[in-house]
């Protein structure tokens, strides 16, 4: 396909990754590749540091060991939709505004709503099933609306890698279904898409890959494999021992010894 073609310009590489807050590391020697194109689910128990690694991939927090390789892509062609509880959405805006958003590398900050740019917001809109809602403030939404809003702005911003952060939690069986079509619809555009998730049921019929992250990964490749039994049990066997702190970064795995001695404190 023409289009797929165009749009898969690179794989996103990791190498040894490790992010750490304050020297604890949340994501612990993590390497692989998302393909360009690859449709990848991110799961792994509470605190596993799936969060963590979409900000990483973003380049919201920095690697604190190994290396991330982004080729020829830029993050300013990453869409992002963090956790919705991250979201503000108290803000007066319309939801035209809040779509208009996404096309912000094109209209600069400043930047008017053109003719061709309200055309595509409505497209956007009309795309997540909300016709007619421009008009609407962001803050008279249902949770699932404002979900749809968020995907249109996604639709409008026209990124090559997406990363969705748990896009489904308390959203409706209807809208879900809607969203995961527009999900399919971007990867056969040949985006590259990444999804933090915890069904795993909706990981098994739509995710082609997975990775199974506990702070450390488990599994890496296709979904069926990463998500058996065995590493399921691996994850919250190790999801159990964070318990009394974070993980210490084993030094032996250090050539510059970063693992810090609180790393080891039981707070
Ligand atoms: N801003 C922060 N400062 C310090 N520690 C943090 C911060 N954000 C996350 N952490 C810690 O990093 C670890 C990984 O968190 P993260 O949010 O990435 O996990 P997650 O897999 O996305 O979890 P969940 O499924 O609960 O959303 C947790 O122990 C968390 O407490």
Not at 70 to 91: D, K, M, N, T
Not at 132 to 144: D, K, M, N
Not at 145 to 150: A, G, I, P, S
């Amino acid at each position: 396909m023409g289009d797929r073609a165009a749009m898969s310009v690179g794989a996103i590489s990791l190498r040894d990754v490790t992010v750490a807050y304050d020297r604890h590391p949340a994501v612990h020697h993590l390497s692989g590749s998302f393909a360009p194109g690859s449709l990848t689910a991110i799961a792994g128990p509470n605190g596993a540091g799936k969060s963590t690694l979409l900000k990483a991939l973003m380049g919201e927090l920095p690697v604190s060991e190994g290396a991330i390789d982004r080729g020829q892509l830029s993050v300013r062609e990453f869409g992002y939709l963090p956790q919705a509880a991250e979201i503000e959405r108290r803000f007066p805006i319309s939801v035209a505004d809040a779509v208009t958003l996404g096309a912000w590398r094109r209209t600069g900050a400043f930047g008017g709503m053109t003719r061709g740019i309200a055309e595509e917001a409505r497209r956007a809109l009309s795309a997540v099933g909300l016709e007619g809602f421009e008009r609407r403030h962001v803050g008279s939404l249902s949770a699932g609306q404002f979900q749809r809003v968020l995907f249109a702005r996604l639709l409008m911003q026209d990124a090559k890698v997406i990363l969705l952060d748990e896009p489904f939690t308390a959203i409706d069986a209807r809208t879900t279904r809607d969203l995961l079509e527009i999900i399919r619809r971007w990867r056969s555009d040949g985006r590259t898409v990444i999804a933090v998730l915890h069904d795993f049921e909706q990981v098994r019929a739509h995710f082609p890959e997975t990775l199974l992250l506990a702070r450390e990964p488990i599994e890496w490749g296709a979904t069926a494999s990463a998500l058996s039994p065995a590493n399921l049990l691996r994850a919250r066997a190790m999801a159990e021992s964070w318990d009394e702190g974070a993980q210490p970064c084993r030094p032996d795995a250090h050539a510059h010894g970063h693992a810090h001695a609180r790393a080891h404190d039981h707070a």
